[in-house]
């Protein structure tokens, strides 16, 4: 009767680390099922600047993936607890504009230190430079595409002072809400007051981002474009520069959890596309402005797997239209 328990008792673990083993493998196939859609366009009759990522490249060992994951996720997070209590007891208290000096710089920081713990991991890789170019370059409202919860960052970590267009329900957020109330950020819960606030943060000198689909890409390559952009920029009188943002992963995009892992490394690549002047019309600026980022992003050297079938089938499109 004792054989029994003792059976059982040795067979659990043993079971456990099958478990484990299996999931090791399923998650290993599923980088490897990702990383074979990043494939040499050459070899796939594909344009080569369509190339969702270049042959050769392995996706990282299962454990080291989720380690880089964490890691930078905690890194960020203690970045936000630590800043946050300062922040709510300068806010009161300082004036508008040292107040909003002070707090773009600390998330400027912030968010450029994230960035170099995800590229010193390797976890990453950035070509994010091109924003430097708009640094000393006046108001202006940056429109990048959308594909990622990281555009925001990335932007951010390159321009110090921008005023961010942020959705309503972060301000409540204990990691997020304290800081970006220091740095006027603007809330976008109630349009009238986002325009008005937008047009101020502009006569003040500041460089407005917000992201002209209103939310993350969910369809390829560009969601419709928002008329509040063309609005806040006749209002303003200011130009609108496009931003263009590839990447090759579909981590953060809409609907992905944050501590989801992702097959790493990422790519991230950053252009400057076309400055709009402040447009007459609102509707028909809407409509160039989602016809440009869909000729830019049809020659993007980085196409998030989740639309590299339409990619995919743009490109041969070309192809075909060109040997005729």
Same mark, same amino acid.
């Given at each position: 009767?004792?054989?029994?328990?003792?059976?059982?008792?040795?067979?659990?673990?043993?079971?456990?680390?099958?478990?484990?083993?299996?999931?090791?493998?399923?998650?290993?196939?599923?980088?490897?099922?990702?990383?074979?859609?990043?494939?040499?366009?050459?070899?796939?009759?594909?344009?080569?600047?369509?190339?969702?990522?270049?042959?050769?490249?392995?996706?990282?060992?299962?454990?080291?993936?989720?380690?880089?994951?964490?890691?930078?996720?905690?890194?960020?997070?203690?970045?936000?607890?630590?800043?946050?209590?300062?922040?709510?007891?300068?806010?009161?208290?300082?004036?508008?504009?040292?107040? %909003? !000096?002070?707090?773009?710089? /600390?998330? $400027?920081?912030?968010?450029? &230190?994230?960035? +170099?713990? #995800?590229?010193?991991?390797?976890?990453?890789?950035?070509?994010?430079?091109?924003?430097?170019?708009?640094?000393?370059?006046?108001?202006?409202?940056?429109?990048?595409?959308?594909?990622?919860?990281?555009?925001?960052?990335?932007?951010?970590?390159?321009?110090?002072?921008?005023?961010?267009?942020?959705?309503?329900?972060?301000?409540?957020?204990?990691?997020?809400?304290?800081?970006?109330?220091?740095?006027?950020?603007?809330?976008?819960?109630?349009?009238?007051?986002?325009?008005?606030?937008?047009?101020?943060?502009?006569?003040?000198?500041?460089?407005?981002?917000?992201?002209?689909?209103?939310?993350?890409?969910?369809?390829?390559?560009?969601?419709?474009?928002m008329p509040s952009v063309?609005?806040?920029? %006749? !209002?303003?009188?200011?130009? /609108?520069? $496009?931003?263009?943002?590839? &990447?090759?992963? +579909?981590? #953060?995009?809409?609907?992905?959890?944050?501590?989801?892992?992702?097959?790493?490394?990422?790519?991230?690549?950053?252009?400057?596309?076309?400055?709009?002047?402040?447009?007459?019309?609102?509707t028909a600026f809407c409509?160039?402005?989602?016809?440009?980022?869909?000729?830019?992003?049809?020659?993007?050297?980085?196409?998030?797997p989740q639309f590299a079938?339409?990619?995919?089938?743009?490109?041969?499109?070309?192809?075909?239209?060109?040997?005729?």
């Amino acid at each position: 009767m004792s054989a029994a328990p003792i059976c059982w008792s040795r067979s659990k673990p043993a079971a456990g680390i099958r478990f484990r083993e299996a999931r090791h493998d399923t998650e290993q196939a599923y980088d490897d099922a990702v990383c074979a859609c990043r494939v040499d366009p050459l070899s796939h009759g594909m344009p080569p600047g369509r190339a969702v990522r270049a042959s050769g490249v392995r996706p990282f060992p299962v454990v080291y993936a989720y380690f880089c994951l964490y890691f930078g996720l905690l890194v960020l997070g203690l970045m936000c607890l630590v800043w946050s209590p300062f922040a709510v007891v300068l806010h009161p208290f300082m004036p508008d504009h040292r107040g %909003r !000096r002070l707090g773009r710089l /600390v998330i $400027t920081r912030s968010f450029r &230190t994230y960035l +170099a713990i #995800l590229g010193a991991l390797g976890a990453c890789r950035f070509d994010i430079e091109a924003l430097d170019a708009l640094k000393d370059q006046g108001p202006m409202i940056l429109a990048p595409n959308h594909p990622c919860l990281l555009d925001a960052v990335m932007v951010i970590a390159r321009l110090p002072d921008v005023a961010c267009i942020m959705k309503a329900s972060l301000l409540k957020n204990v990691f997020l809400g304290s800081g970006a109330r220091l740095a006027r950020y603007i809330p976008n819960g109630r349009p009238l007051q986002m325009v008005y606030a937008a047009c101020e943060a502009l006569a003040a000198g500041s460089q407005l981002l917000m992201f002209p689909e209103g939310t993350r890409t969910v369809r390829a390559p560009v969601n419709a474009i928002m008329p509040s952009v063309a609005l806040i920029s %006749r !209002r303003a009188k200011v130009p /609108v520069q $496009t931003i263009i943002i590839e &990447t090759d992963s +579909a981590y #953060l995009s809409k609907g992905w959890p944050l501590f989801r892992r992702p097959p790493m490394p990422i790519h991230y690549r950053v252009r400057l596309g076309r400055r709009f002047d402040p447009p007459a019309s609102a509707t028909a600026f809407c409509a160039e402005l989602e016809a440009y980022f869909a000729d830019e992003l049809a020659q993007a050297r980085f196409v998030p797997p989740q639309f590299a079938d339409t990619a995919a089938e743009d490109g041969a499109g070309s192809l075909s239209g060109a040997r005729q």
